[in-house]
């Protein structure tokens, strides 16, 4: 018996499968073999072609003669010398027709080819050459069946009628467009210009009227198709697009701007509320609906439009800041100033309205430099398109974007830009940041539970209702929209620090740069969003400016109301004394402009708001008791809507220090006299002195004011007689100068004042009093034998005499 072989048999699965793949190999390899012969014959054939082709241009060589040896010679003479008469006919016509025939004494001996070859092929080669010839069919006109309306035949019934309308065909259609083409472009042509009879001056009006006329109603008509139905009229937007390459000279200039503002206000319409992305590779080979499908396409054209759009305003902006002449020449170069305003206007009009869409941050980058334009009503409108999209960036993405493109600008420039460039970022919209991160850090976070730790500590049912309560969690999360509110608390911190990296930066190497005030006004507005880290250092870069000098009265007021709202946030915990930030207001509180151009004043109001009100308890009265005299001789000399909010600021600090009621009493409290030119409040003794300025200004001109004198007047009290009304006892200090500004404040006199020289000089608002008389009237009212009711008319005029 044969041994049993240890090898197992294949199971009928594994045939099958090994089956497979034989056949699969078998098909391969069949494939490849065909591939190669194929590749082989046409190599073949290929050379095969190049021989006949040279064996068809090669020319017969002429024989080759040798010469002849004088014997040769000698035996023709002597054949020559033979007589013809020896030869029988019959033998020569024999041997004429065997020479015709002997065609090889003249072939060409190298080519190896048969006799009769060149004819052959010279005959195959007439026949394709006759196949390749193209046939002229007779071209027959095409017709066009047009059904018109029926007859209706009482025994027929209805009878349909058509006629056949001859189509005109595509080659007479080319031939009319070409030549329209050369007609336009013999109309550009000087020569022929010339020959041309001259148009008037009336008759070249009226013709652009109407060429003006006819593109006005090709644009209307485009952007209704569009707007009307834009999934279906998407192909119209570049037919619309194209116009902006306008090449005609009477109307160019006008057609592209309107062309722009149409395309403008289109895409303002038809641009979908989200943001469109491309679609990937297995996206389209995907099978979708029609209406996807149509949706697709309307997107895809969309998206390629606008941004053809953006790049034509773009190129027109460059090519007026470059001076260049482009498209033939039928712009000219002063008309390009006005196409770049048009251009610029529809940037920063797309800038505000589209800020989800496609290419906003190219747009962004379009708008940065042109801020910072030399001139000035590009600069402002640029300006004001960023302000508008940073106030209602409610997300904070798009003010993230604005902040690193200008951050990258003004450090790419050295930090020579305008001031209006970074008083832009005053308009961001951020109130809360990520700040206390060392705090966060280490509070006790929850503790999150594993799932081994969960089986070991767990059972069963617990396992099942920390589950359920976890999933819950997760959904309430998603109601609150928590996540999105940390999106954008962290988006508003890293645009902060990039605003604040800009600020310290100028800080530190710009120290005498006009982007100085637009820094500490910033630094004013965000500072209590600063780190904790930064204060000491900041302050003591603050205190720095302040006493150099070079500062300017309103960055010197910045500086104070960065410093205090630096103090009054985070900087409650550390232990400063800003005694010279006090020392410096109160010193310059008299400089200040006390003519029409008094912005200053809500800088000033927000300070002491800062400083005296909300520092209540760090403020020592002596100091409150200065700044309320100071701030009551300061009212004399401004304007009244001034003069209103420094009266409503005395209120508060009145009703904030309520023992400062002893500056209304006429006596003297305490020893010293009242020192007003001492420029150290907690020295120059103000509880020895009264507001006496309040009686001055009760016969003011404006009502408003001689309501808030006499207010004053009585104690500031809430109630009963002597209060104000609601709407201006609960209106703050800066609202209430906001709202009377300057250019309301008309002369009303009252009718009750008679009309002296001395009530003339106060009525009219510019009792401007030196300081000697000042200190003349206060030293006059700190005397203990001054009776208790003083005329304060007579006190002035008494002084003034003297």
Same mark, same amino acid.
């Given at each position: ?465 920390? *589950?359920?309560?976890?999933? #819950?969690? !997760?959904? %309430? $999360?998603?109601?609150? /929209?928590?996540? +999105?509110? =940390? ?92 005694? *010279?930030?006090?020392?410096? #207001?109160? !010193?310059? %509180? $008299?400089?200040?402009? /006390?003519?029409? +151009?008094? =912005? ?203």
């Amino acid at each position: 018996m044969r041994p049993r072989s240890k090898k197992r048999k294949p199971s009928f699965r594994r045939l099958l499968k090994t089956s497979n793949v034989k056949l699969e190999n078998k098909l391969k390899n069949r494939q490849f073999k065909k591939e190669s012969t194929d590749k082989k014959h046409r190599k073949e054939q290929k050379k095969l072609r190049a021989a006949l082709k040279d064996a068809a241009l090669k020319t017969p060589l002429p024989m080759e003669r040798y010469k002849k040896r004088p014997e040769d010679e000698e035996e023709e003479e002597f054949v020559e010398s033979l007589p013809m008469d020896m030869m029988d006919e019959d033998d020569l016509e024999q041997i004429k027709a065997m020479a015709q025939k002997a065609s090889f004494l003249t072939r060409d001996l190298s080519s190896s080819g048969p006799v009769h070859a060149k004819k052959r092929k010279s005959e195959q080669q007439g026949l394709e050459n006759y196949e390749k010839m193209p046939r002229k069919m007779h071209q027959t006109e095409e017709k066009e069946v047009i059904h018109l309306l029926p007859i209706k035949d009482k025994i027929r019934g209805l009878i349909p009628q058509s006629m056949e309308k001859p189509v005109v065909p595509k080659e007479n259609e080319e031939e009319d467009e070409a030549d329209a083409l050369t007609g336009f472009e013999q109309f550009e042509n000087e020569d022929e210009a010339e020959a041309r009879p001259a148009l008037t001056a009336q008759e070249q009006l009226k013709v652009r009227t109407q060429k003006l006329i006819d593109r006005k109603l090709r644009i209307a008509s485009l952007g209704s198709d569009i707007l009307s139905e834009p999934t279906t009229n998407i192909k119209k937007l570049k037919e619309l697009r194209a116009m902006l390459m306008e090449t005609d000279p009477c109307v160019a200039v006008t057609v592209r701007k309107l062309v722009m503002v149409s395309l403008m206000e289109v895409f303002k319409d038809i641009v979908p509320s989200y943001r469109i992305r491309p679609l990937t590779e297995t996206e389209k080979a995907s099978k979708v609906k029609k209406e996807t499908q149509q949706l697709r396409e309307f997107e895809e054209g969309l998206v390629s439009q606008y941004k053809f759009y953006l790049e034509n305003l773009e190129q027109t902006v460059k090519d007026w800041k470059q001076k260049k002449r482009k498209r033939r020449e039928s712009v000219s170069l002063q008309s390009y100033k006005g196409l770049a305003e048009v251009a610029i206007r529809c940037i920063c009009e797309l800038l505000v309205a589209l800020p989800h869409f496609n290419f906003h941050n190219n747009i962004i980058v379009m708008v940065v430099p042109l801020m910072n334009d030399s001139i000035k009503r590009v600069s402002d409108m640029c300006c004001e398109a960023v302000k508008k999209l940073l106030k209602q960036d409610k997300p904070g993405q798009a003010s993230l974007g604005t902040v690193k493109v200008i951050s990258g600008f003004v450090k790419s420039r050295n930090y020579d830009v305008r001031p209006e460039v970074l008083k832009v970022l005053l308009c961001l919209r951020i109130k809360e940041a990520e700040l206390k991160k060392d705090t966060d850090d280490t509070a006790p976070k929850k503790k999150v539970m594993k799932y081994k730790d969960k089986q070991k500590t767990l059972s069963r049912m617990q396992r099942k209702w920390k *589950k359920a309560e976890e999933k #819950l969690e !997760k959904e %309430l $999360l998603e109601a609150d /929209a928590s996540e +999105s509110k =940390d999106k954008k608390i962290k988006l508003h911190t890293e645009t902060l620090n990039i605003v604040f990296l800009i600020y310290f930066r100028i800080l530190k190497k710009a120290e005498k740069s006009i982007l100085l005030s637009s820094v500490l006004e910033g630094l004013a507005k965000f500072a209590h969003l600063i780190n904790l880290e930064f204060f000491d250092d900041l302050l003591n870069v603050l205190q720095h400016h302040i006493q150099s000098g070079d500062l300017t009265y309103r960055e010197s007021l910045h500086c104070i109301q960065t410093a205090f709202n630096i103090l009054s946030g985070q900087g409650d915990v550390l232990n400063i004394d800003p005694l *010279k930030f006090y020392t410096h #207001l109160y !010193k310059t %509180l $008299l400089k200040l402009n /006390a003519g029409a +151009s008094n =912005d200053d004043i809500s800088i000033v109001l927000r300070c002491l708001d800062v400083m005296l009100t909300k520092r209540r308890k760090q403020v020592t009265l002596q100091r409150a008791l200065a700044f309320v005299k100071r701030l009551s001789t300061l009212s004399l000399h401004t304007l009244p809507n001034a003069t209103v909010g420094i009266l409503a600021s005395n209120r508060t600090l009145m009703h904030t220090f309520p023992k400062c009621d002893i500056l209304l009493d006429n006596e003297a409290q305490g020893s010293g006299v009242y020192l007003p030119e001492l420029d150290e409040p907690e020295y120059c003794c103000p509880q020895n002195t009264a507001m006496w300025e309040l009686h001055t200004l009760k016969k003011h001109y404006h009502p408003v004011v001689r309501r808030f004198a006499t207010h004053l007047c009585a104690g500031a009290p809430s109630e009963g007689s002597g209060a104000l009304n609601v709407q201006l006892a609960r209106r703050h200090p800066v609202e209430l100068f906001e709202d009377y500004s300057a250019k309301d404040m008309t002369f009303n006199p009252p009718v009750a004042a008679p009309s002296t020289k001395k009530k003339d000089y106060f009525t009219m608002g510019n009792a401007l009093l030196d300081d000697q008389l000042k200190t003349q009237i206060d030293r006059v009212l700190s005397a203990e034998t001054e009776e208790a009711s003083l005329d304060f008319s007579a006190i002035l005029h008494q002084t003034r005499n003297t």
